[in-house]
C-alpha cells in the first residue's frame, strides 16, 4: 500500500540526520511507500519444524548473541544478537567437469535475522562467480565501517551461493546452473525468505532491499529488471551490466598486451611476463599526464579528477605521455605501448561488422593503482577465461586449469569468435550468456517506476572490467526512455579515481542504504551523498588528509571547488552540471 502525504519536517530532519540532501535536488515528493514498522524475533532454534517451503531443507538454526562476524579474513562487522539460519533449495544432480552427470546442485543460502528487527529485508548480492555462501551480514564494499552493515541496522538479510558449488566455473556445463547463476536463484529464494521471515516475526518484510558490486551489481540490475514487484530498492555498485561482453574485452586485453611481450617457451612466469607489457611505474606516467591536464577542470588541484568527460576531451595519449625515444626506462610509453593502451581504453570490437563488442573505459588518475592492473592482467588470465569458456559460451569450451592453458585459450581465438559464442544457443543450452546474465528491459525499468521502488547506482571511473562508460550509457539511455525522468526513481553517482568496487586514490567509504531507504518509505530525493578516504587505503597519496571527504554527485553533475574553503572537506565543494 502506497502513503500519500507530505512529510516536510520529518523529511528535513532526515537530510540533516543523514547528510544526503542537497540545497538544489532534495526535493520532497507526495507520493512513496510506506515506511517499515518493526517486529521482535519469535523463534530460532525450532524454525525447521515450522518452516515448510517446497523443496527446502533448513540444516541449522541458531541464536549468536552480540558482537563481530568475520567475514573475511581484513573483515569484521558488527552485529546484535541474531538467529543464523542455513540451508539450501532445490537440491539435484547435474552436468558437472566434462559434461558428466555426477555433480550435486541446490541452491545454498544463509540468513541472518536480528532479534530486535527492523521490518526490512535485505539481499545481499555476493560476486565474482559466486560458489559459496557467504556471511549474511548486509556487506557492501566499504559503505561506512564494520558497524556499517545492513544486519547491524536491523535488517534481516539473506546471502547465498546462487546454486552451484565451488570449484567454478564447471558448473558451466549444467544448463540450470547457468540460468540460477544468472537470475533464477534470486526467483526462488526470495519468496522462501520472506514466507520464513513471516514465521521468525509473524509478518512478511513491510520494505524490502536488494544491494551488490561487481557480478553482485549485475545482480541487483537483474534484480530491478525482472523483481521489480518483489523488491523496493536497489543499490547497485560497479555493475557488470552487460557481464559477458566485458569478459570478453578482457580477454582483447591480454591478446594486446601479448603484443609487447615474449612468453617463456617452457610456459613458466605467464602472468610475470604479461605484468610486463605496460608495467604499473608506467601507467604511473600516464596517471600523472592526467592530472595535469585534466585535475583543475573541477576548480582545484586535488589528485582526483572530478570532470570525467571534460577530461576525456582534455587529454591525449599521444600528445601528453612522452614515447620513448629508445629503451623504455619507466619515464615514458613506446608508440607500440601506445597504440596497445589506446585499443584497450576504446573497447574490443568486430573487425567483420566494426560494431563495439564493448564500451569503451575513460581515462581516470586511478589507471596507476594495483586494483587496474590486477583486473588487466590476474583477473583477465585467471577468472575472464574460465567465465568466457566455461560459463558463457554456447557449448562450453574448456581448457585445463593452468595458466598456459587459459593464454592458449585467449590467443588461439579471435575476439569475434568469443563474441559469437556468448550470443550462441543449443538444444541443451536454450538461453545464450548474454540472455541469462544481462538484465532485460535495463533502459525502461517500468515495473520498477510505476510501482514507486528507487535505485542508486555507483560507479568508479578507474574501474578496469567494468567499463564506468556502459554504465553512463544505460543511465542516458533510461533517461531518455523516461521523458528525462529517469532521476525521479534512479540516480547514478560516479566515484573518481575508484577502481573495481572500491580501493585506488579516491573517497571510497560511503553509506548509500540509509539515503535510500529514505527516499523509498520518506519521499526524500538523495542528492550528494558524503565520501570519506579509507584511513587504511595504502594507495592514498601521502598528500591527502585521512580525513578528506568528498560529496558524491548525481550524474551529470561534479563535484566543483567553491574557491575557498578546506581543501579536505566536502563542504567547500558544490555539485554542479558539468560544463
Not at 552436468?95 to 530486535?116: C, H, V, W
Not at 526467483?187 to 532491499?209: C, Q
Not at 587496474?372 to 583477473?379: A, K, L, P, R, V
Request: one cysteine or more; proline letters at 5%; glycine letters at 8%.
Amino acid at each position: 500500500m502506497e502513503k500519500r502525504t507530505q512529510l516536510v519536517h520529518t523529511m528535513a530532519l532526515s537530510c540533516l540526520l543523514l547528510g544526503a540532501c542537497g540545497d538544489n535536488d532534495s526535493t520532497p515528493i507526495t507520493q512513496h511507500l510506506s515506511p517499515a514498522t518493526p517486529a521482535t524475533l519469535n523463534i530460532c532454534s525450532d524454525i525447521a519444524s515450522q518452516f515448510n517451503f517446497e523443496n527446502t531443507v533448513i540444516t541449522s538454526s541458531e541464536m549468536v548473541a552480540a558482537g563481530k562476524v568475520q567475514y573475511n579474513s581484513t573483515e569484521n562487522y558488527s552485529a546484535p544478537e541474531h538467529c543464523v539460519i542455513k540451508g539450501y533449495m532445490n537440491e539435484r544432480i547435474g552436468l558437472g567437469q566434462n559434461g558428466q552427470s555426477d555433480t550435486k546442485y541446490a541452491i545454498g543460502f544463509e540468513m541472518r535475522l536480528p532479534k530486535d528487527w527492523n521490518g526490512r529485508f535485505y539481499y545481499q548480492a555476493n560476486g565474482g562467480l559466486d560458489g559459496s555462501v557467504s556471511k549474511a551480514v548486509g556487506r557492501l564494499i566499504f559503505a561506512g565501517g564494520s558497524d556499517s552493515a545492513a544486519l547491524n541496522s536491523g535488517f534481516a538479510v539473506i546471502s547465498s551461493d546462487a546454486g552451484h558449488p565451488t570449484p567454478a566455473p564447471q558448473f558451466g556445463f549444467d544448463p540450470q546452473a547457468r540460468l540460477d547463476y544468472g537470475y533464477n536463484a534470486v526467483a526462488e529464494l526470495t519468496p522462501m525468505a520472506k514466507s520464513l521471515i513471516k514465521i521468525a516475526y509473524g509478518k512478511e518484510p513491510d520494505r524490502s532491499y536488494f544491494a551488490g558490486c561487481s557480478n553482485g551489481g549485475r545482480h541487483t540490475m537483474v534484480a530491478a529488471s525482472r523483481y521489480a514487484d518483489m523488491y523496493d530498492g536497489f543499490i547497485v555498485g560497479n555493475p557488470g551490466l552487460h557481464l559477458p561482453n566485458a569478459a570478453v574485452s578482457q580477454l582483447y586485453g591480454v591478446q594486446q598486451y601479448s603484443k609487447l611481450v615474449t612468453y617463456n617457451q617452457d610456459g613458466s612466469e605467464i602472468l610475470a611476463t604479461l605484468q610486463k607489457a605496460i608495467t604499473q611505474e608506467e601507467l604511473g606516467v600516464v596517471s600523472q599526464q592526467l592530472l595535469k591536464q585534466c585535475d583543475s577542470l573541477d576548480g582545484l588541484n586535488d589528485g582526483m579528477i572530478n570532470n570525467t568527460y571534460a577530461c576525456q576531451k582534455a587529454f591525449d595519449l599521444d600528445r601528453d605521455v612522452p614515447t620513448c625515444s629508445g629503451e623504455r626506462d619507466g619515464t615514458c610509453l613506446s608508440s607500440t605501448q601506445k597504440e596497445v593502451l589506446s585499443n584497450i581504453m576504446a573497447g574490443p570490437h568486430n573487425i567483420r561488422t566494426g560494431e563495439s563488442i564493448y564500451a569503451n573505459f575513460p581515462y581516470d588518475a586511478g589507471i596507476s593503482a594495483n586494483d587496474w592492473s590486477g583486473w588487466e592482467y590476474n583477473m583477465a588470465l585467471s577468472r575472464d577465461t574460465g567465465s568466457v569458456g566455461y560459463v558463457f559460451s554456447t557449448p562450453p569450451t574448456p581448457f585445463d586449469d593452468n595458466e598456459q592453458s587459459a593464454l592458449s585459450f585467449i590467443l588461439s581465438t579471435s575476439v569475434e569468435t568469443f563474441a559469437d559464442r556468448i550470443h550462441s544457443t543449443s538444444s541443451l543450452y536454450t538461453e545464450s550468456g548474454y540472455d541469462f546474465m544481462t538484465p532485460p528491459d535495463a533502459t525502461k525499468l517500468s515495473t520498477l517506476k510505476e510501482r514507486g521502488a528507487k535505485m542508486m547506482v555507483f560507479h568508479g571511473t578507474s574501474d578496469a572490467v567494468f567499463s564506468a562508460n556502459d554504465t553512463v550509457n544505460w543511465y542516458k539511455e533510461l533517461d531518455n526512455n523516461n521523458s528525462g525522468k529517469a532521476s525521479e526513481f534512479t540516480k547514478l553517482y560516479l566515484i573518481p579515481g575508484m577502481g573495481h568496487c572500491g580501493k585506488g586514490p579516491t573517497t571510497d567509504k560511503f553509506n548509500m542504504v540509509d539515503a535510500l531507504v529514505n527516499w523509498v518509505e520518506n519521499g526524500v530525493t538523495p542528492a550528494e551523498i558524503l565520501a570519506s578516504v579509507r584511513a587504511e587505503n595504502t594507495e592514498l597519496p601521502a598528500e591527502w588528509s585521512k580525513t578528506r571527504t568528498r560529496p558524491l554527485c548525481p550524474f551529470p553533475q561534479i563535484a566543483k571547488y567553491n574557491g575557498t574553503g578546506d581543501i579536505e572537506d566536502a563542504a567547500s565543494f558544490s555539485c554542479i552540471v558539468a560544463e
